[in-house]
């Protein structure tokens, strides 16, 4: 995976905050987010590698979250972005929280983070990876009037919003453009299945938050989070799903602020040699 071909975003000015979506997703999921950091931060979203307008990796060519891992960090390196803030979703919550590990984070926030998940959850992600495959074998024009449908719509809504009910969700469905044999999504699924993330220091600040709707990788996930990432401070995202950058972008601007800021501290009161 080549870091020069991902697409992205950077808006404002000083230290760089990084933004990194889930899974199927894209770098606009951030929009409603990255004004309210803009004016203190300089903000870059980015379309992970297979999604949005960035390519995907080739078939023989390693594709995980560890690969993942790999080409954010070369691509922070390449654009100058130095020890930046991170803040990621889902599988971009697993990234950042690998960064972190490796001590290239200047701080951590994570929201619905996966390789949390008990084996009931996994169980479930293998299966979405299995009907996913399925899914490839239906003509695309039959896929896209089924996700139309009005129980595939509330289905979408269930799952990825807080309240599915509200105005906001209701322009909600699943995206079927990713159900094609080869395609990101449809590798990427049994790779998040199987990932785990393994307790290891994080040398820098961290916050964990969580929906208390999320239906997708269910709150009872921020246990084990806290478990293998002690240091983190943790949070309930009241109201919100899966995608909190959806159901509520102005507490999750002021919770990114929060970790930024405590590193901000930490650097101005660091002992110097």
Known sequence: MDPRRIAYDRHGSGRPVVLLHGLGDRRQCWRAV???????????SVDLPGFGASPAPERDEPYDV???????????????????????NSLGGSIALELGVQGVAGSVTVFSPAGF?????????????????????????????LADTPPARAAARLALRGDPS????????????GLEPGAPYV??????????????????????????RDRTLLPSSAEHAHQRVPNARMVSLLGSGHIP??????TVAEHIRWTCRAADRGARTAPRG
């Open 245 to 250: 950058m959806a159901d509520d972008p102005r």
């Open 66 to 88: 560890h690969s993942l891992v790999r080409v954010i960090r070369e691509f922070c390196e390449l654009h100058g972005l130095e020890n930046p803030y991170l803040a990621g």
């Open 166 to 177: 509200s105005p906001e969700a209701k322009a909600t469905r699943f995206g079927v453009r």
């Open 187 to 212: 590798r990427m699924v049994p790779r998040i299945a199987d990932y785990d993330f393994t307790p290891r220091p994080i040398p820098c600040p961290v916050t964990i938050a969580w929906g208390d």
């Open 117 to 145: 998940s008990d084996n009931l959850a996994r169980w479930g992600m293998r299966t979405v990876g299995l009907m996913a495959n399925l899914a490839t074998r239906i003509p695309m024009p039959v896929k896209e009037r």
């Open 34 to 44: 990255s004004p309210r950091l803009a004016d203190d931060y300089e903000v870059v």
